[in-house]
């Protein structure tokens, strides 16, 4: 499995945009690249997936380079109620035909957004 | 649709004690996966259950094991218990697809033993 690294922790104000670098240079051809995030006492939720170049939902945008060993995720203008733990995903791309995608989280990037 | 229940909630165990932990997957969904995280980390994944066979394991002895009903449904089985099997247990439901690591998480059991 492709090993991510992020940032531990990253401070923010309010109304900023905030960029969350991962780096996973080991990545195989096949993974997709997920970010998931989690509040305290919560379980984790999906935010957002791509593959390759840029991907935006109505929550957050995606930025993947050509070479895809890194990606950022962008959240416009953040509010006091996204601070949470953030989490980069990669698999290893092996899709069993059966069920769905094992997930594996590392320790996150904690997100703190200051009044 | 109330989206993935989990029960209980709270959970309190004394070592060497057995824990049976339940989860209602997300309407539609097929697939349900389990999770430990224990505090300051991030989940860890135990196994998954798809058409009522565990599909894929993570590295968890055997003490830790899995049902998946004909309704979707799932429990998760620890014997044995170790006071550092303490953790937040979660379980993710999802739709079996080849194009989505897209997952629904409940709010998660807190098991403490003691």
């Known amino acids: 499995l492709a090993k991510t690294t992020q940032p531990i922790s990253m401070d923010s104000y309010e109304g900023q945009e905030v960029n969350i670098t991962c780096s996973h240079n080991n990545i195989a051809t096949n993974d997709y690249i997920t970010w998931y995030q989690q509040f305290p006492s919560q379980g984790p939720r999906f935010i957002i997936q791509?593959?390759?170049t840029k991907v935006t939902n109505e929550v957050a945008s995606l930025f993947i380079p050509a070479d895809r060993k890194s990606s950022t995720l962008s959240l416009p203008r953040v509010s006091l109620s996204d601070t949470a733990v953030y989490y980069c995903?990669?698999?290893?791309?092996?899709?069993?035909?059966?069920?769905?995608?094992?997930?594996?989280f590392g320790k996150g990037t904690k997100l703190s957004v200051i009044p | 649709d109330a989206g993935v229940t989990q029960s209980p909630t709270h959970l309190i165990k004394t070592r060497g004690q057995q824990v049976t932990l339940r989860c209602s997957p997300k309407s539609g969904h097929d697939t349900v996966s389990w999770y430990q995280q224990a505090l300051g980390q991030g989940p860890q994944f135990i196994f998954q259950?798809?058409?009522?066979?565990?599909?894929q394991r993570g590295n968890f002895p055997d003490r830790f094991s899995g049902h998946q009903f004909p309704n979707y449904s799932s429990e998760l089985n620890v014997n044995a218990l170790l006071l550092g099997d303490s953790a937040l247990y979660l379980c993710a439901s999802s739709l079996a697809r080849e194009d989505s690591t897209e997952a629904f998480f409940g709010q998660g059991t807190r098991l403490t033993v003691v």
């Open positions: 995903l990669v698999g290893d791309g092996a899709y069993s035909g059966a069920g769905s995608y094992q997930l594996t």
């Open positions: 259950y798809y058409e009522e066979e565990e599909r």
């Open positions: 791509g593959y390759k």
